[in-house]
């Protein structure tokens, strides 16, 4: 079973800002909590459809799928944070400012991944050791 009691981030897989932020999740979830799941992968694409995301061939946003649902863009990465213990958790305290808010810094960033931290010719492929964070 997918996730069951572990979070699933749903990143763009050949995004090399989603490659390295899931990277940064990696090293700062001392307790192996998340799983990882490219959106371009076939589960991935199942996962997006299953939680009612109309078009799961948009790699915009990166996805969290925790106990309370699906969660996208800001909110994702600050409910990520808020999960990883401090100092990170104090993100938590930005879901205070108002979601289009949030959202429109997400979006500047996101429309310029590739342009600012460029992009790969395909889906980035993690250590061996850490193939369980990392469902099929």
């Known amino acids: 079973m997918v996730g069951g009691k572990h979070p699933i981030l749903l990143f763009d897989g050949v995004c090399n800002l989603c490659r390295r932020s899931v990277q940064f999740v990696l090293r700062h979830d001392s307790e192996g909590q998340f799983r990882f799941v490219s959106q371009q992968s076939a589960l991935g694409q199942s996962l997006l459809r299953q939680h009612g995301v109309n078009d799961p061939q948009a790699l915009n946003t990166v996805y969290l799928v925790d106990d309370t649902g699906i969660h996208a863009k800001s909110t994702a990465v600050l409910r990520v944070l808020g999960r990883l213990g401090c100092p990170w958790r104090a ?42 964070r990392f469902p099929d």
């Open 91 to 132: 993100g938590l305290m930005l879901l205070a400012v108002p979601r289009p808010w949030r959202d429109w810094a997400y979006d500047f960033v996101g429309k310029r991944r590739y342009a600012w931290f460029g992009k790969s010719d395909v889906c980035w492929l993690p250590d061996p050791a850490l193939k369980d």
